[in-house]
């Protein structure tokens, strides 16, 4: 059965690095999305993606994070400039059409020291 | 705002009773989900409710949907250790973001 995939499994940073999170969708998906979940908390939206382009953001998706489709395969979530704050369990998710269900991705456990 | 909200946020139950979760949003919706997140894992799609009355069963868990009232019940029959986990309902907005409750943590003790 697809899966969405997500790498690396835990990243540990310093504050101020660059993070790249990977995700590869389920192949003959078309939108994608990335949420966050700070550790004991909700699960929240921070940006959907279509056609090479964002669709929508959140609140919390500022300059400093930044999404691409490098290749037919993979999607990443880049983080520019690391705060301790952004430490939380990052989550890739997938669907045929946005009104379709989302498959999310074991997710990325970011830690920033 | 758009506002999901679960209750109860913890729930300690012992096994064979049941008992179940309410999850509320503002706004209209044409789907609801509900997931279950073991600690430290991802999301697993538990159900997914379509329709005004809608109402899934998959084994001790049954699920329903009332978009009038804009509530969803999570109920659990006879509950077992197994199903010990952090349930959270979503809804499905414009552009088809999913805005998340705060999760109930389950606690099934024998």
């Known amino acids: ?113 | 705002e758009l506002k999901v909200e679960q209750n109860p946020l913890f729930l300690s139950m012992q096994e064979g009773k049941n008992y179940t979760i309410y999850c509320n949003y503002s706004t209209t919706s044409d789907r609801l989900y509900w997931y279950r997140q073991d600690p430290g894992k991802s999301l697993e799609s538990l159900f997914v409710l379509l329709s005004n009355g809608a109402v899934k069963q998959e084994g001790r868990l049954m699920a329903s949907l009332d978009t009038k009232a804009r509530l969803s019940t999570l109920h659990i029959t006879a509950a077992v250790h197994d199903l010990s986990a952090t349930y959270f309902c979503a809804v499905v907005i414009q552009g088809g973001k999913l805005i998340f409750g705060q999760g109930t943590e389950l606690s099934v003790k024998p």
């Not at chain 1, 395969?73 to 990052?90: G, P, V």
């Open chain 1, 1 to 113: 059965e697809p899966e969405v995939t997500q790498t690396p499994s835990h990243q540990v940073t310093q504050m101020g690095q660059e993070v790249i999170l990977r995700c590869v969708p389920i192949s003959n998906h078309l939108y994608f999305y990335w949420y966050r979940q700070i550790l004991g908390q909700k699960v929240e939206f921070l940006v959907s993606f279509y056609n090479n382009e964002i669709s929508e953001k959140s609140e919390i998706f500022d300059d400093q994070f930044s999404v691409e489709r490098p290749d037919g395969s993979n999607f990443t979530l880049k983080i520019r400039s690391t705060k301790l704050e952004d430490s939380a369990m990052y989550f890739c998710a997938s669907s045929s059409d946005r009104a379709y269900e989302q498959f999310f991705g074991p997710g990325t456990r970011l830690t920033v020291l």
